[in-house]
């Protein structure tokens, strides 16, 4: 899978609802605030997200589905927001309602460009001013069956260069894109990027994925579980990854996955290295760790040295190690 069966999580975290109704995030002194889709909730973080546009709103969604969403998009129109739409064009069986609707609202919505196999990301920026970065899509019915996260991001940088990329992307005009002062992109250096979260752990490493192919990323695990570093991994459908598992587990990391068939998917995409201690970093994003997803998808995530980030999802991760099993 390329994460393109979109399970998508719950949208959480009841105690910033009131906060990202205004588009501020809580961690305000930072810039950033992370979420973790959560089984038992329903909160509308993101469609409170949505709502709180006044100027402008710029998507770019791989899957959309979500009926709310598309009301809240053309009610924000119809209120004098300028709302822009990109829609992964490879998907339209999921995407048409949306589009269609989108498109006799009178909001400028596009299929996305063929320069990439799938535009596989996943980034709603309100009032040129805060993006948000999901690991999941807006597809409703998988929000009560997965684990996924969300990051609000108010760096100025970070936020210019998504939207720098948004209206390329809306184009279908080429661009290399900025990192900004945290993110990373797919196709450009998305698995570089990995790589040094990755190899930068000097004491922990949890890693939670959908997907597990990529040979890069995935010898760089082993390493680093074979230096000493204590390795945890959750996975999604572990017995298609059983060759990568061996190699890990036989370096010393462990591995606890689920199955879609239990009632709970793993489609994040996040690593925390080092929980706790002053090098602490923390990724998340749309990218997966397969060849195709680094290589030739159009992908966004971020790297954070952030204290509230980490937690949020350690603990979440956490909370999936137990409850996994072994692979």
């Given at each position: 899978?390329?994460?393109?069966?979109?399970?998508?999580?719950?949208?959480?975290l009841?105690?910033?609802?009131?906060?990202l109704?205004?588009a501020?995030?809580?961690?305000?002194?930072?810039?950033?605030?992370?979420?973790?889709?959560?089984?038992?909730?329903?909160?509308p973080?993101?469609?409170?997200?949505?709502?709180?546009?006044?100027?402008?709103?710029?998507?770019?969604?791989?899957?959309?589905?979500?009926?709310?969403?598309?009301?809240?998009?053309?009610?924000?129109?119809?209120?004098?927001?300028?709302?822009?739409?990109?829609?992964?064009?490879t998907?339209?069986?999921?995407?048409?309602?949306?589009?269609?609707?989108?498109?006799?609202?009178?909001?400028?919505?596009?299929?996305s460009?063929?320069?990439?196999?799938?535009?596989?990301?996943?980034?709603i920026?309100?009032?040129?001013?805060?993006?948000?970065?999901?690991t999941?899509?807006?597809?409703?019915?998988?929000?009560?069956?997965?684990?996924?996260?969300?990051?609000?991001?108010?760096?100025?940088?970070d936020?210019?260069?998504?939207?720098q990329?948004?209206?390329?992307?809306?184009?279908?005009?080429?661009?290399?894109?900025?990192?900004?002062d945290?993110?990373?992109?797919?196709?450009?250096?998305?698995?570089?990027r990995?790589?040094?979260?990755?190899?930068?752990?000097?004491?922990?490493?949890?890693?939670?994925?959908?997907?597990?192919?990529?040979?890069?990323?995935?010898?760089?695990?082993?390493a680093?579980?074979?230096?000493?570093?204590?390795?945890?991994?959750?996975?999604?459908?572990?017995?298609?990854?059983?060759?990568?598992?061996?190699?890990?587990?036989?370096?010393?990391?462990t591995?606890?996955?689920?199955s879609?068939?239990?009632?709970?998917?793993?489609h994040?995409?996040?690593?925390?290295?080092?929980y706790?201690?002053?090098?602490?970093?923390?990724?998340?994003?749309s990218?997966?760790v397969?060849?195709n997803?680094?290589d030739?998808?159009?992908?966004?995530?971020?790297?954070?040295?952030?204290?509230?980030?980490?937690?949020?999802?350690?603990?979440?991760?956490?909370?999936?190690?137990?409850?996994?099993?072994?692979?």
């Amino acid at each position: 899978m390329f994460g393109i069966t979109a399970r998508r999580a719950a949208l959480a975290l009841t105690a910033c609802a009131a906060t990202l109704a205004t588009a501020v995030p809580a961690h305000a002194t930072t810039g950033y605030n992370a979420f973790a889709f959560d089984l038992s909730s329903s909160e509308p973080t993101i469609y409170n997200f949505i709502n709180s546009a006044t100027k402008t709103l710029d998507m770019t969604m791989y899957e959309l589905s979500d009926t709310t969403v598309v009301n809240d998009l053309i009610q924000r129109q119809q209120a004098g927001v300028q709302v822009r739409v990109i829609l992964d064009g490879t998907r339209t069986t999921v995407n048409n309602s949306a589009y269609n609707a989108l498109n006799a609202a009178g909001i400028p919505v596009v299929w996305s460009s063929s320069a990439y196999t799938f535009t596989h990301q996943k980034t709603i920026t309100v009032d040129g001013s805060t993006s948000l970065i999901l690991t999941g899509n807006l597809t409703a019915k998988y929000y009560s069956t997965s684990r996924d996260y969300g990051l609000f991001d108010t760096d100025a940088n970070d936020v210019n260069a998504i939207e720098q990329v948004f209206n390329a992307d809306f184009t279908s005009t080429s661009i290399t894109p900025s990192d900004g002062d945290n993110l990373l992109w797919s196709p450009t250096d998305s698995r570089d990027r990995l790589l040094s979260i990755i190899n930068g752990a000097t004491t922990t490493l949890d890693v939670e994925e959908e997907e597990f192919g990529d040979p890069a990323v995935v010898d760089a695990i082993a390493a680093q579980a074979q230096k000493g570093v204590t390795v945890r991994v959750v996975l999604e459908h572990p017995s298609s990854y059983s060759s990568q598992i061996s190699e890990v587990e036989n370096a010393g990391a462990t591995v606890m996955g689920y199955s879609s068939s239990t009632g709970f998917y793993v489609h994040a995409k996040a690593v925390v290295a080092d929980y706790g201690l002053p090098t602490a970093a923390v990724e998340l994003g749309s990218m997966n760790v397969s060849t195709n997803s680094l290589d030739n998808n159009r992908e966004l995530g971020i790297i954070l040295n952030d204290t509230g980030v980490e937690s949020v999802v350690e603990n979440a991760f956490t909370s999936d190690y137990n409850g996994g099993t072994a692979a």
